[in-house]
């Protein structure tokens, strides 16, 4: 019996071995290539090849995850020779596992017959998922060799935007009929002879396909097999439809503890069904690439990407940040004059510009999440205004007069002393009215708030921040 | 059958009927006191009666999940209003539902018999998530309520530590021996007439409760009724220890794509098991503390929870950031000398502190997210620097560059356009060296990288970038 911790441990340790062996065989290759024997004498040699039939023989008993997580954990070269040594018949399964920016990598290295060869080892729906990353002339191939109702998923699959419900389903569903007995269903599950993975229901259909409900496993097996389907079945599914939000189907699972929900079109047709793993993926993905954006990170990055990569993925947010830091830096230039005067507000003003950020930073978090779970609308946003200028007023006071009795104790200067509470407490009021007010009108104007907000507030008290203080100085201490 | 698109619209739409009823009520209410009329006949007055009797009703139609979000989403006293009409039966369920700080502020308005009543409605692993929020006295007679076994579980359930797999686990376990008949299984499951949530396998185990392997209702229900148990369990099952790491088992059930997972004890004794929807809650948590965590709230805070409360959760990261931001302005204290010279100086420094910033956050959070996978391990340590180097290297030259040429458009001094752009480059190289070392060294002493990394990278870089620009203006501009 496997236990989780032999997993992990076998998991890194797996790892460990496999770079062990690349290693030997890089040995190998850079004595070959310091006594400049010709390169097919290398491959033919002994030790060679022995290095490599033991890695493979390692990477054989692995599950697909977890081949899957050492090739993400090893820099291009290595991961290469890994990729060439894994048996053919599950480089599909292995491409479904491994991150978007690694699937490329690997892609980029396969001709199109290793590529047509690994998608057909594929359901339709985890073709769906490959698809984008296939090169067109193989996706063309591809479409050509499935039969005409997969070919027809397929298309549909694709036709469906990354973040619907269509997107995420598959099609591995068992209909019955609800007017057969229960005894029938278990004959019929027998001769089938195999259920697809996470199957907890039956689907129940009319001769149109309609869905009429489903019939969970449990129920099947704990109720009397003289009863019929219809007596048994849940008529009150919850069902989702393949336009649907993925964000949102993904939050029913969690509210309503579903392991497999069916997917109708608009006629009440049942199409497909949506699975928790399926969601799982979906959710992690989300709150991952919110977390990344939330950091200036275009998407997700293979962490050996090439530095040119990883250049492309960032400079967006670089550039936008250098645009709001250059506009801060304007705003301290109209003062120029009153800092030539006085230098300590110099050195004063970015504790009152960063805690502006800061404190902003806070609410913006907490308003987005609040819109993320729907709790926010007109009706408590006076209420949620209001508790964000209290904690500000509250907080510029405290902190704010601390900050001023610094300045006083560094200068000497009471009115700096007295600037300084104010302009904390006012750029604190502003990062307070900024950090609910931005992600709100993102929301309505149909942005997503989690992406840019956290830019967008630190630039305003940024700016605000320095105009706020520097302007004070030049009207009271000049 | 109900949709998804349904399910939301009418969650939205209940919550807009409920504050609707609630605001008819506080009419009354605000009526009846502007006439003075006293309380007890406020109470009985018809209308009033009416109201609440309506607002009970809508609610009582509600999934207890649903409920919870209403109560998330209103203001205390309209929480409170909605809290009390909901039946007390499904107090329990309710309070399950709820996040933590709201669950506080609805069993600060109970007293001990409904927080009994609610508790006793419960399975023994729902208590025990339910128990560090009971008062003592509460839950010592809860604990005295329960039979030996229950207080056993429940005790044992709490002694371990929330990130364990213990803290997650239920005990709904159905188990089988493996020398029956799945004909007898069969049967047995009949007599039994429900089966838990979630049910995807029943255990098998031995006369001492040892887990031998587990059969998937999958399997019982495609094979022959005359095979044995035996003949047809999975024995390759994925096992937990209660000890283990929840964000390990959460891994391997995202990875493994389970739905339940057996949980055993040293011996190998079954005692538990762990759902998808335990651990789907768990992600859920675990990511949003993670967010939370990198923008400075310590905790999940009650959108309209009391000022007072607010400043309380915030505070820790607004005094450490005080704490960076002055030590930075510290910094820039050294040169004053240097500032009231070329007071320039003021205006650009922020920006090399910025950009570097920046560049270090979006560092960072790669190198957390590698070590949250296990992808980032001592072999390619060296691989990552050298990357994080190269990107940072270009930027700097780049942006630097373009920002060099701007200063000395406005300035008028190529002197300190170069010394521009040198400060960028250097300020992004120590980003990037910082950016990979402070979450490797968190990681190393222990400390969760994700939690004080960007507030450790923005000090340096900000200080760092002071300190750089304006030592080298003071080297080569005086």
Redesign the interface.
């Known amino acids: 019996?496997?236990?989780?911790?032999q997993?992990?441990e076998s998991?890194?340790e797996s790892?460990?071995q496999v770079?062990h062996l690349l290693n030997k065989h890089k040995l190998v290759e850079d004595l070959v290539h310091k006594q400049d024997m010709p390169r097919h004498a290398l491959v033919e040699s002994l030790v060679h090849k022995q290095n490599l039939a033991e890695l493979q023989k390692r990477l054989e008993v692995l599950?697909p995850?977890?081949v899957a997580?050492i090739l993400?954990?090893?820099?291009l070269d290595q991961r290469l020779i890994v990729w060439d040594l894994v048996k053919a018949e599950r480089d599909g399964e292995i491409l479904l596992e491994v991150s978007d920016a690694v699937r490329q990598t690997l892609i980029a290295e396969m001709d199109s017959e290793e590529l047509l060869a690994a998608a057909e080892q594929l359901d339709t729906d985890e073709i769906a998922d490959l698809a984008p990353d296939l090169p067109r002339d193989v996706f063309q191939e591809l479409l050509e060799s499935l039969d005409s109702q997969n070919r027809e998923r397929l298309q549909s699959a694709l036709s469906y935007p990354e973040d619907t419900?269509g997107a995420l389903m598959d099609f591995d569903i068992v209909t019955i009929r609800e007017d057969i007995s229960l005894e029938v269903v278990?004959r019929y599950?027998?001769r089938?002879?195999?259920?697809p993975?996470?199957?907890?229901k039956l689907f129940v259909v009319d001769r149109d396909d309609a869905?009429l409900?489903a019939l969970p496993?449990?129920r099947?097996?704990?109720?009397?097999p003289e009863s019929s389907v219809a007596s048994v079945m849940a008529?009150?599914?919850?069902?989702?439809?393949s336009e649907?939000k993925a964000s949102?189907?993904s939050s029913?699972?969690?509210?309503?503890?579903l392991?497999t929900a069916p997917v109708?079109d608009a006629d009440?047709k049942l199409v497909g069904r949506l699975t928790?793993?399926a969601?799982?993926?979906f959710?992690?993905e989300e709150?991952?690439s919110?977390?990344?954006s939330?950091?200036?990170?275009r998407e997700e990055?293979d962490?050996?990407?090439?530095?040119?990569k990883?250049?492309q993925n960032?400079?967006t947010?670089?550039?936008i940040?250098?645009v709001t830091?250059?506009m801060?830096?304007?705003v301290?230039?109209l003062f120029?004059g009153s800092?030539?005067k006085i230098?300590?507000?110099?050195?004063?003003?970015?504790?009152v510009?960063?805690?502006g950020g800061?404190?902003g930073?806070?609410t913006?978090?907490?308003i987005v999440?609040?819109l993320a779970?729907?709790?926010?609308?007109a009706?408590?946003m006076k209420?949620?205004f209001y508790?964000e200028l209290?904690?500000s007023l509250?907080?510029g006071l405290v902190?704010g007069g601390?900050?001023g009795l610094?300045a006083f104790m560094?200068y000497h200067n009471v009115k700096l002393g007295l600037v300084m509470t104010a302009a904390m407490t006012l750029n604190l009021l502003l990062s307070a009215v900024m950090g609910v007010a931005i992600p709100l009108v993102m929301t309505r104007t149909g942005r997503d708030p989690a992406v840019g907000s956290?830019v967008m507030i630190t630039a305003v008290t940024?700016s605000g921040g320095?105009f706020i203080f520097l302007g004070l100085a030049t009207l009271y201490l000049l």
Chains 1, 2 share one sequence.
Do not use: C
């Open positions: 019996m496997a236990e989780a911790d997993y992990k998991l890194q790892l460990q770079i599950h995850a977890d997580y993400e954990s090893l820099p419900v278990l599950l027998r089938l002879g195999k259920l993975d996470h199957t907890d869905l409900g496993l449990k099947l097996l704990v109720h009397d008529d009150e599914t919850v069902t989702f439809q649907d949102e189907a029913a699972f969690e509210r309503y503890d392991v109708v009440n928790v793993d969601v799982m993926d959710i992690r709150s991952e919110d977390m990344l939330m950091m200036g990170l990055e962490l050996f990407a090439s530095v040119w990883s250049v960032r400079w947010w670089l550039a940040n250098l830091a250059f801060a830096s304007r301290i230039g120029e800092i030539e230098v300590a507000l110099a050195a004063l003003m970015p504790i510009a960063g805690i800061n404190s930073n806070q913006t978090t907490m999440r609040g779970l729907g709790q926010i609308s009706h408590n209420n949620l508790k209290g904690v509250l907080n902190w601390v900050l610094l560094l956290s940024d320095f």
